[in-house]
Protein backbone atom coordinates (compact mmCIF):
# COMPACT_ATOMS: atom_id res chain seq x y z
CA UNK A 1 0.00 0.00 0.00
CA UNK A 2 1.52 3.36 -1.07
CA UNK A 3 0.78 6.37 1.30
CA UNK A 4 0.73 10.05 0.65
CA UNK A 5 1.35 12.19 3.65
CA UNK A 6 -1.04 15.72 3.82
CA UNK A 7 -0.71 18.05 6.08
CA UNK A 8 -2.48 21.01 6.57
CA UNK A 9 -2.35 24.66 8.21
CA UNK A 10 -0.48 27.90 7.38
CA UNK A 11 1.66 27.87 10.67
CA UNK A 12 3.33 24.89 10.05
CA UNK A 13 3.95 26.34 6.57
CA UNK A 14 5.61 29.41 8.00
CA UNK A 15 7.73 27.27 10.70
CA UNK A 16 5.57 28.66 13.50
CA UNK A 17 4.42 24.84 14.36
CA UNK A 18 6.95 22.18 13.61
CA UNK A 19 5.45 18.85 12.23
CA UNK A 20 5.63 16.25 14.06
CA UNK A 21 2.60 14.14 13.08
CA UNK A 22 3.88 13.72 9.83
CA UNK A 23 6.68 11.98 11.45
CA UNK A 24 4.68 10.17 13.49
CA UNK A 25 2.36 9.05 11.28
CA UNK A 26 4.74 8.15 8.34
CA UNK A 27 6.61 5.50 11.83
CA UNK A 28 3.20 4.47 12.07
CA UNK A 29 2.19 3.35 8.50
CA UNK A 30 5.73 1.72 7.98
CA UNK A 31 5.13 0.01 11.63
CA UNK A 32 2.15 -1.69 9.69
CA UNK A 33 4.15 -2.55 6.47
CA UNK A 34 2.82 0.52 4.22
CA UNK A 35 5.02 2.55 1.78
CA UNK A 36 5.25 6.27 2.59
CA UNK A 37 5.45 7.78 -1.36
CA UNK A 38 5.27 11.45 -0.35
CA UNK A 39 4.99 13.83 1.96
CA UNK A 40 3.35 17.60 1.11
CA UNK A 41 2.78 20.51 3.91
CA UNK A 42 -0.02 23.30 2.53
CA UNK A 43 -1.78 26.01 3.47
CA UNK A 44 -5.16 26.75 4.69
CA UNK A 45 -6.51 26.76 1.04
CA UNK A 46 -9.23 25.54 -0.39
CA UNK A 47 -7.89 25.49 -4.26
CA UNK A 48 -4.44 23.91 -3.01
CA UNK A 49 -5.67 21.34 -1.32
CA UNK A 50 -8.01 20.50 -4.29
CA UNK A 51 -5.27 20.27 -6.42
CA UNK A 52 -3.13 18.16 -4.20
CA UNK A 53 -6.27 15.57 -3.73
CA UNK A 54 -6.14 15.45 -7.85
CA UNK A 55 -2.82 14.82 -7.65
CA UNK A 56 -2.08 12.05 -5.01
CA UNK A 57 -5.16 10.32 -5.86
CA UNK A 58 -3.29 9.01 -9.19
CA UNK A 59 -0.25 8.39 -7.30
CA UNK A 60 -1.27 6.05 -4.33
CA UNK A 61 -3.20 3.67 -2.40
CA UNK A 62 -4.25 6.13 0.58
CA UNK A 63 -4.14 9.75 1.27
CA UNK A 64 -4.05 10.42 5.05
CA UNK A 65 -4.72 13.95 5.54
CA UNK A 66 -3.84 16.12 9.13
CA UNK A 67 -5.38 19.78 9.99
CA UNK A 68 -8.16 21.84 9.15
CA UNK A 69 -11.29 20.56 10.76
CA UNK A 70 -11.74 22.75 13.76
CA UNK A 71 -14.68 25.13 13.90
CA UNK A 72 -13.33 28.85 12.91
CA UNK A 73 -13.22 30.03 9.56
CA UNK A 74 -9.52 29.35 8.39
CA UNK A 75 -10.19 25.59 9.07
CA UNK A 76 -11.43 24.45 5.21
CA UNK A 77 -10.34 20.48 4.88
CA UNK A 78 -14.26 19.54 5.69
CA UNK A 79 -16.05 21.60 2.93
CA UNK A 80 -13.02 20.96 0.43
CA UNK A 81 -13.56 17.15 0.79
CA UNK A 82 -17.68 17.97 0.32
CA UNK A 83 -16.57 19.79 -3.04
CA UNK A 84 -13.66 17.00 -3.81
CA UNK A 85 -16.60 13.78 -3.54
CA UNK A 86 -20.17 16.34 -5.01
CA UNK A 87 -21.00 15.43 -1.17
CA UNK A 88 -23.43 17.22 0.96
CA UNK A 89 -23.29 17.38 4.99
CA UNK A 90 -25.72 15.63 7.09
CA UNK A 91 -26.33 16.26 11.18
CA UNK A 92 -24.38 13.05 12.64
CA UNK A 93 -26.30 12.86 16.23
CA UNK A 94 -23.97 10.73 17.77
CA UNK A 95 -21.64 13.22 17.36
CA UNK A 96 -23.21 15.89 18.65
CA UNK A 97 -24.25 13.99 21.84
CA UNK A 98 -20.39 13.67 22.27
CA UNK A 99 -19.87 17.25 21.75
CA UNK A 100 -22.53 18.30 24.11
CA UNK A 101 -21.56 15.86 26.63
CA UNK A 102 -18.58 16.51 26.48
CA UNK A 103 -19.38 20.60 27.09
CA UNK A 104 -21.09 20.03 30.34
CA UNK A 105 -18.38 17.50 31.41
CA UNK A 106 -15.99 21.02 31.31
CA UNK A 107 -18.80 23.30 32.09
CA UNK A 108 -18.11 25.25 28.89
CA UNK A 109 -20.81 26.74 26.66
CA UNK A 110 -21.66 24.75 23.39
CA UNK A 111 -22.09 27.17 20.48
CA UNK A 112 -22.92 27.06 17.17
CA UNK A 113 -19.78 26.99 15.51
CA UNK A 114 -18.50 23.82 17.88
CA UNK A 115 -21.93 22.27 17.07
CA UNK A 116 -21.30 22.33 13.41
CA UNK A 117 -18.74 19.99 13.72
CA UNK A 118 -21.30 17.76 14.48
CA UNK A 119 -22.37 17.97 10.42
CA UNK A 120 -20.36 15.46 8.38
CA UNK A 121 -20.02 14.65 4.99
CA UNK A 122 -22.82 11.72 4.13
CA UNK A 123 -20.45 9.32 2.18
CA UNK A 124 -17.50 9.41 5.11
CA UNK A 125 -17.18 6.74 7.74
CA UNK A 126 -16.80 8.40 10.83
CA UNK A 127 -14.34 8.17 13.61
CA UNK A 128 -14.74 8.88 16.92
CA UNK A 129 -12.77 11.41 18.91
CA UNK A 130 -12.87 10.98 22.58
CA UNK A 131 -10.07 13.48 23.31
CA UNK A 132 -11.44 16.56 21.02
CA UNK A 133 -14.42 17.97 19.13
CA UNK A 134 -13.50 16.92 15.78
CA UNK A 135 -14.04 13.55 14.70
CA UNK A 136 -11.95 12.07 11.77
CA UNK A 137 -13.45 11.13 8.76
CA UNK A 138 -12.67 7.88 5.90
CA UNK A 139 -13.47 8.10 2.45
CA UNK A 140 -12.87 4.24 0.91
CA UNK A 141 -13.21 4.72 -2.86
CA UNK A 142 -10.63 3.69 -5.31
CA UNK A 143 -8.06 5.21 -2.93
CA UNK A 144 -8.56 5.63 1.04
CA UNK A 145 -9.07 9.27 1.92
CA UNK A 146 -8.74 9.99 5.71
CA UNK A 147 -9.14 13.17 7.47
CA UNK A 148 -7.89 13.81 10.94
CA UNK A 149 -7.61 17.02 13.36
CA UNK A 150 -4.55 18.51 13.97
CA UNK A 151 -3.79 17.72 16.92
CA UNK A 152 -1.17 15.69 17.89
CA UNK A 153 -2.56 13.62 20.87
CA UNK A 154 -6.24 13.72 18.98
CA UNK A 155 -4.94 12.70 15.70
CA UNK A 156 -3.13 9.95 17.40
CA UNK A 157 -5.57 8.36 19.10
CA UNK A 158 -7.98 7.99 16.24
CA UNK A 159 -4.91 6.60 14.40
CA UNK A 160 -4.63 3.75 17.01
CA UNK A 161 -8.32 3.29 17.07
CA UNK A 162 -9.77 3.72 13.80
CA UNK A 163 -7.28 3.92 11.06
CA UNK A 164 -4.05 1.68 11.31
CA UNK A 165 -6.03 -1.45 12.28
CA UNK A 166 -8.45 -0.69 8.86
CA UNK A 167 -5.40 -0.31 6.63
CA UNK A 168 -3.73 -3.31 8.17
CA UNK A 169 -6.80 -5.49 7.32
CA UNK A 170 -6.36 -3.82 3.72
CA UNK A 171 -3.01 -4.91 3.29
CA UNK A 172 -3.66 -8.39 4.46
CA UNK A 173 -6.13 -8.81 1.69
CA UNK A 174 -3.58 -7.23 -0.90
CA UNK A 175 -1.06 -10.02 0.20
CA UNK A 176 -2.21 -12.28 2.00
CA UNK A 177 1.36 -11.79 4.26
CA UNK A 178 1.29 -9.60 7.27
CA UNK A 179 3.90 -7.52 8.54
CA UNK A 180 5.70 -8.57 11.29
CA UNK A 181 8.36 -6.14 12.84
CA UNK A 182 10.96 -6.50 15.89
CA UNK A 183 13.48 -3.62 16.88
CA UNK A 184 16.88 -3.91 18.63
CA UNK A 185 17.91 -0.96 20.51
CA UNK A 186 21.94 -0.04 20.54
CA UNK A 187 23.58 2.41 22.63
CA UNK A 188 27.51 3.88 22.01
CA UNK A 189 27.96 3.46 18.16
CA UNK A 190 27.09 5.53 15.64
CA UNK A 191 24.69 4.64 12.58
CA UNK A 192 27.90 3.99 9.82
CA UNK A 193 30.17 2.19 12.20
CA UNK A 194 27.22 -0.23 13.06
CA UNK A 195 26.23 -0.64 9.53
CA UNK A 196 29.90 -1.54 9.35
CA UNK A 197 29.65 -4.18 11.44
CA UNK A 198 26.59 -5.61 10.47
CA UNK A 199 28.05 -5.55 6.66
CA UNK A 200 26.04 -5.94 3.56
CA UNK A 201 22.16 -7.15 4.60
CA UNK A 202 21.88 -8.49 1.20
CA UNK A 203 24.09 -10.90 2.13
CA UNK A 204 21.25 -12.62 4.69
CA UNK A 205 18.02 -11.32 3.59
CA UNK A 206 15.80 -12.73 2.02
CA UNK A 207 13.01 -11.56 -0.31
CA UNK A 208 10.13 -10.59 2.17
CA UNK A 209 13.05 -9.67 4.89
CA UNK A 210 13.87 -6.27 5.83
CA UNK A 211 16.37 -3.86 8.37
CA UNK A 212 16.38 -0.22 8.42
CA UNK A 213 18.65 1.89 10.43
CA UNK A 214 16.58 4.47 12.87
CA UNK A 215 19.48 6.23 14.73
CA UNK A 216 18.76 9.51 17.30
CA UNK A 217 20.64 11.27 19.70
CA UNK A 218 19.76 8.09 22.56
CA UNK A 219 21.41 5.43 20.08
CA UNK A 220 20.12 3.55 16.70
CA UNK A 221 17.69 1.16 16.83
CA UNK A 222 17.43 -1.51 14.52
CA UNK A 223 14.27 -2.61 12.80
CA UNK A 224 13.63 -6.41 11.57
CA UNK A 225 10.93 -7.40 9.76
CA UNK A 226 9.16 -10.11 7.74
CA UNK A 227 6.06 -10.13 5.65
CA UNK A 228 4.66 -13.47 5.87
CA UNK A 229 1.13 -15.28 6.27
CA UNK A 230 1.90 -17.43 9.15
CA UNK A 231 2.91 -16.15 12.43
CA UNK A 232 4.68 -18.72 13.85
CA UNK A 233 6.93 -18.58 10.58
CA UNK A 234 7.13 -15.16 10.92
CA UNK A 235 8.36 -15.09 14.91
CA UNK A 236 10.51 -18.16 13.79
CA UNK A 237 12.38 -15.78 10.95
CA UNK A 238 12.67 -12.70 13.21
CA UNK A 239 14.65 -14.96 15.65
CA UNK A 240 16.73 -16.12 12.93
CA UNK A 241 17.48 -12.26 12.22
CA UNK A 242 17.71 -11.16 15.83
CA UNK A 243 20.80 -13.69 16.56
CA UNK A 244 22.83 -12.90 13.31
CA UNK A 245 22.38 -9.16 14.57
CA UNK A 246 23.36 -9.65 18.14
CA UNK A 247 26.40 -11.92 17.32
CA UNK A 248 27.61 -9.38 15.06
CA UNK A 249 26.41 -6.27 17.58
CA UNK A 250 25.32 -7.82 21.08
CA UNK A 251 28.00 -5.36 22.67
CA UNK A 252 26.53 -2.83 21.82
CA UNK A 253 22.64 -3.87 22.22
CA UNK A 254 20.94 -2.47 25.37
CA UNK A 255 17.34 -3.20 24.77
CA UNK A 256 14.23 -4.47 22.60
CA UNK A 257 10.37 -3.12 21.19
CA UNK A 258 9.21 -0.19 22.90
CA UNK A 259 12.21 -0.21 26.06
CA UNK A 260 14.56 2.88 26.33
CA UNK A 261 17.92 3.24 27.61
CA UNK A 262 15.39 5.53 30.33
CA UNK A 263 13.52 2.80 31.32
CA UNK A 264 15.86 0.03 30.96
CA UNK A 265 18.49 2.29 33.44
CA UNK A 266 15.67 2.65 36.05
CA UNK A 267 14.81 -1.25 35.78
CA UNK A 268 18.23 -1.81 36.94
CA UNK A 269 18.01 0.68 39.52
CA UNK A 270 14.57 -0.54 40.91
CA UNK A 271 16.34 -3.75 40.90
CA UNK A 272 19.57 -3.58 42.79
CA UNK A 273 17.52 -1.25 45.05
CA UNK A 274 19.65 1.77 44.02
CA UNK A 275 19.12 5.02 44.28
CA UNK A 276 20.31 8.44 41.94
CA UNK A 277 20.56 11.76 42.59
CA UNK A 278 21.36 14.69 40.55
CA UNK A 279 23.94 18.50 40.36
CA UNK A 280 23.10 20.22 37.09
CA UNK A 281 24.33 23.30 35.36
CA UNK A 282 24.34 23.55 31.79
CA UNK A 283 21.08 20.99 31.51
CA UNK A 284 19.25 23.20 33.94
CA UNK A 285 17.02 20.61 35.48
CA UNK A 286 16.86 18.34 32.12
CA UNK A 287 18.08 15.02 33.65
CA UNK A 288 16.10 15.09 36.60
CA UNK A 289 12.97 15.68 34.72
CA UNK A 290 13.85 12.84 32.50
CA UNK A 291 14.53 10.56 35.04
CA UNK A 292 10.79 11.44 36.71
CA UNK A 293 9.09 10.86 33.65
CA UNK A 294 8.85 7.15 34.73
CA UNK A 295 6.17 6.17 36.58
CA UNK A 296 7.55 4.80 40.01
CA UNK A 297 10.37 7.43 39.93
CA UNK A 298 10.11 7.90 43.68
CA UNK A 299 11.31 4.57 44.86
CA UNK A 300 14.78 5.64 42.87
CA UNK A 301 14.97 8.83 42.06
CA UNK A 302 14.95 11.20 45.54
CA UNK A 303 16.29 14.94 43.99
CA UNK A 304 18.85 17.52 43.16
CA UNK A 305 20.57 20.57 42.92
CA UNK A 306 20.54 23.12 39.95
CA UNK A 307 23.76 25.12 40.54
CA UNK A 308 24.04 26.93 37.35
CA UNK A 309 26.39 29.61 39.32
CA UNK A 310 29.83 28.97 40.83
CA UNK A 311 28.50 30.01 44.45
CA UNK A 312 25.61 27.34 44.51
CA UNK A 313 28.02 24.61 43.04
CA UNK A 314 29.95 25.60 46.24
CA UNK A 315 27.06 25.82 48.30
CA UNK A 316 24.96 23.45 47.34
CA UNK A 317 27.31 20.49 45.90
CA UNK A 318 30.41 21.70 48.82
CA UNK A 319 32.85 22.22 45.49
CA UNK A 320 35.67 24.08 46.38
CA UNK A 321 36.72 27.51 45.42
CA UNK A 322 40.02 26.62 44.61
CA UNK A 323 38.72 23.92 41.95
CA UNK A 324 36.82 26.34 40.37
CA UNK A 325 39.36 29.28 40.53
CA UNK A 326 42.12 26.60 39.33
CA UNK A 327 40.47 24.45 36.24
CA UNK A 328 36.94 26.46 35.48
CA UNK A 329 33.11 25.48 36.19
CA UNK A 330 33.93 22.91 33.37
CA UNK A 331 36.11 20.81 34.46
CA UNK A 332 36.75 17.34 35.16
CA UNK A 333 37.67 18.14 38.52
CA UNK A 334 34.43 20.75 39.51
CA UNK A 335 32.63 17.75 37.78
CA UNK A 336 33.61 15.00 40.39
CA UNK A 337 33.54 17.63 43.16
CA UNK A 338 29.68 18.04 42.48
CA UNK A 339 28.75 14.40 41.88
CA UNK A 340 31.02 13.64 44.79
CA UNK A 341 29.16 16.53 46.88
CA UNK A 342 25.69 15.38 45.53
CA UNK A 343 25.87 12.37 46.53
CA UNK A 344 26.78 13.24 49.97
CA UNK A 345 24.54 15.72 50.59
CA UNK A 346 21.42 13.79 48.94
CA UNK A 347 22.17 10.70 51.00
CA UNK A 348 22.21 8.82 47.55
CA UNK A 349 23.60 5.26 46.05
CA UNK A 350 24.36 7.47 42.65
CA UNK A 351 24.74 11.16 41.89
CA UNK A 352 25.71 12.20 38.40
CA UNK A 353 26.35 15.72 37.72
CA UNK A 354 26.78 17.57 34.62
CA UNK A 355 28.77 20.82 33.83
CA UNK A 356 29.44 22.53 30.19
CA UNK A 357 29.21 24.89 27.41
CA UNK A 358 26.46 24.53 25.96
CA UNK A 359 26.17 27.59 23.59
CA UNK A 360 26.05 29.00 21.24
CA UNK A 361 28.16 31.49 23.31
CA UNK A 362 30.87 31.37 25.68
CA UNK A 363 33.28 29.34 24.34
CA UNK A 364 37.46 29.37 24.58
CA UNK A 365 40.37 27.40 22.19
CA UNK A 366 40.89 25.16 24.98
CA UNK A 367 36.83 24.29 25.90
CA UNK A 368 34.99 25.20 22.79
CA UNK A 369 31.20 25.52 22.38
CA UNK A 370 29.51 22.13 23.22
CA UNK A 371 32.56 20.54 25.87
CA UNK A 372 30.79 19.28 28.63
CA UNK A 373 31.95 17.32 31.62
CA UNK A 374 29.95 14.33 33.02
CA UNK A 375 30.45 12.62 36.20
CA UNK A 376 29.02 9.56 37.97
CA UNK A 377 30.08 9.34 41.90
CA UNK A 378 29.25 6.04 43.68
CA UNK A 379 30.51 4.58 47.46
CA UNK A 380 33.42 3.44 45.90
CA UNK A 381 34.35 5.62 42.67
CA UNK A 382 34.09 8.72 40.79
CA UNK A 383 33.94 8.09 36.68
CA UNK A 384 34.27 11.55 34.53
CA UNK A 385 34.44 11.64 31.24
CA UNK A 386 34.20 14.62 28.72
CA UNK A 387 32.18 15.01 25.62
CA UNK A 388 32.23 17.46 23.03
CA UNK A 389 28.86 17.75 21.23
CA UNK A 390 29.26 20.90 19.19
CA UNK A 391 27.67 24.55 18.89
CA UNK A 392 23.60 23.36 18.77
CA UNK A 393 22.59 24.49 22.31
CA UNK A 394 19.10 22.35 22.12
CA UNK A 395 21.63 19.51 20.60
CA UNK A 396 24.13 19.68 23.40
CA UNK A 397 22.04 19.50 26.13
CA UNK A 398 19.80 16.81 25.00
CA UNK A 399 22.85 14.53 24.41
CA UNK A 400 24.11 15.33 28.10
CA UNK A 401 21.44 13.67 29.14
CA UNK A 402 21.62 10.96 26.90
CA UNK A 403 25.01 10.45 28.02
CA UNK A 404 24.61 10.87 31.38
CA UNK A 405 21.49 7.72 31.36
CA UNK A 406 24.34 5.84 29.36
CA UNK A 407 26.89 6.06 32.44
CA UNK A 408 25.16 5.06 34.99
CA UNK A 409 23.59 2.04 32.67
CA UNK A 410 26.60 1.33 32.00
CA UNK A 411 27.79 0.60 35.91
CA UNK A 412 24.52 -0.85 36.42
CA UNK A 413 24.93 -3.51 34.28
CA UNK A 414 28.60 -4.40 35.41
CA UNK A 415 27.47 -4.06 39.12
CA UNK A 416 24.64 -6.19 37.93
Known amino acids: MNIAILTIGDELCIGQIINTNAAWLAQSCTDIGAHVH ?18 LSKEVDCIIMSGGLGPTHDDKTKETLVSFFNDTLILDEETLHNLKARARLRGLPLNQ ?15 SNPRGT ?19 SELKGIMNDHVLPFLRSEIEKESGKKPFFRTILT ?10 LIGDPTAFLKEDDSLAFLPSYHGVRLRIGVLNAEPHTAQHRLDELQTLLIDKVGEYVFGYGNDTLLSVTTELLKQQ ?7 ESCTGGMLGSVFTQQSGSSSYFMGGFLTY ?4 KMVLADVSEQSLTQFGAVSKEVAEEMAKGGRLRLQTDYCISITGIAGPEGGS ?29 AINRERSVAQAIAMLYDDLIIKG
Open 273 to 279: QKTISVV
Open 365 to 393: EEKPVGTVWIALASEKQVIAKRFNFGNDR
Open 134 to 152: APGMLFQKDVIYVSLPGVP
Open 113 to 127: RNMDQAMLPSQCRIL
Open 309 to 312: SNEL
Open 38 to 55: RHITIGDSTATLLNELHI
Open 187 to 196: KGIPESALAD
